[in-house]
């Protein structure tokens, strides 16, 4: 089946050896198919409720995954990752197979770098940090507001990230929080991420990004929100669902949220007939449960915010006709209704308050770091890993 990429150890005990086994989930491979392709009883998909169904379609192509096995040849353990902080296991217990979504475990570490340019700030941040993610997402964060090519040696710059780390490798994607660019012969430029909908605003609250996002399709109501790993207390059980359903009658329009290009047009394990669409920034929109699709449309196609689409059904895992609409910043879910209300360029009220608040703290600890000339962490080998395909 897939390819292996490393066998890291054998661990032996006195009944039996297990090997593990970090492998990459093949394009076109549901777990299904992998339930098939390694004797797994497919009970442990079909029992699932709907919304974990779901999750499991969450499933990229070309992921990291780990297999335990036993010495002859038996699944023990399969750790599938859904996103960046949840991941399918699937065990061995008691003569059957179980199914649960338990949670990646990782640190996430908050660090400061200011310093000197010697070279372009893109190659610095990677000298310092080895880090090409977070070098990127720096670039990205300016949305071109700043001419780096006009920065020169000695100008400043400064940045508050957020990176999660696990077993001693970067994990996931960056997240710059606040940065600034202090040349000595242009206005100096501040850029900050608002919590809220993980757009990048100026210190005056103004939005850098181009990319607004719509509401797709004129919906009767939310008949299911947005859950970011959720406990179950009761159940002790992780749940989530990576979307919003908007809920409307079959053979509604729906239209693009934004400018962008089709990555994916078909049928999506439990989201049944689906759209994927690539905007500008690392931001994705997913439309699951298509009754029909615009039939003039198929992947690699530009769409316009507003463009028809689809139309809305209850294929796939479905209770109802709805559409399930998901954003995801980076291959990290967001909660889509936060992202299509932030559409206005400028913030204000309350939202602007908080984000003010926000960015000026975080200005005042780059001014200290900067005075201290704060160095950001370093880990011993670093490799970058992510669970989330680029
Ligand atoms: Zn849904």
Redesign the pocket.
């Known amino acids: 089946m897939s390819r292996i990429l490393i066998i890291i150890s054998c661990l032996f005990n006195f009944a039996f050896s297990t090997t593990n086994q970090d492998l990459i989930w093949n394009k076109g491979e549901t777990l299904i198919t992998f339930l098939i392709n390694h004797n797994i009883n497919k009970d442990v998909y079909f029992n699932l409720s709907k919304t974990d169904k ?1 999750l499991c379609t969450e499933i990229e192509a070309g992921i990291e995954y780990r297999l335990i096995k036993a010495d002859n040849g038996a699944v023990l353990h399969a750790l599938i990752p859904i996103s960046e902080e949840m991941q399918i296991h699937i065990h061995y217990k008691k003569g059957q197979y179980v199914l649960d979504i338990i949670p990646v475990i990782y640190e996430t570490k908050t660090e400061l770098l200011t310093f000197k340019l010697t070279s372009s700030p893109y190659q610095d941040i990677v000298n310092f940090t080895k880090n090409k993610h977070l070098a990127s997402e720096f670039i990205k964060a300016f949305h071109k507001s700043i001419n780096f090519k006009k920065v020169h040696e000695g100008d400043v710059v400064a940045l508050k990230y957020e990176q999660k780390v696990r077993m001693g490798r970067y994990y996931g994607s960056p997240v710059v929080l606040g940065a600034f660019v202090r040349p000595q012969h242009q206005d100096e430029k501040y850029v900050y991420q608002n919590p809220d909908d993980s757009l990048y605003y100026d210190e005056k609250g103004k939005s850098f990004s181009s990319v607004l996002f719509r509401v797709p399709v004129a919906y009767k109501r939310i008949s ?1 929100d947005f859950t970011y790993k959720r406990f179950h207390p009761v159940l002790k059980y992780y749940r989530a ?1 990576l ?1 919003t ?1 908007l809920s409307a009658s079959v053979g509604t329009k729906i239209v693009a949220t934004s400018n962008g290009r089709i990555s994916h047009f078909g049928v999506k394990g439990g989201y049944g007939n689906t759209i994927i669409i690539n905007h500008d920034g690392g931001f994705k929109s997913l439309y ?1 449960h298509l009754s029909r699709y615009n039939k003039q449309l198929r992947a690699g196609m530009s769409v316009k915010q507003g463009d028809l689409i689809g139309f809305v059904g209850s294929s796939g895992v479905s209770s109802g006709p709805h559409l ?1 609409f998901g954003m995801y910043k980076n291959g990290r879910a967001m909660d889509p209704m936060k992202i299509v209300k932030s559409t206005k360029k400028v913030l204000s009220g309350i939202t602007l308050q908080k984000y003010l608040k926000n960015a000026n703290s975080i200005k005042k600890e780059l001014e200290i770091s900067l005075l201290k000339n704060g160095t950001p962490f370093k880990l011993d080998e670093i490799q970058i890993f992510s669970p989330i395909k680029k």
Do not use: A, K, N, P
Request: glycine letters at 28%.
């Open positions: 779901e299911s669902h979307g359903d699951g399930h």
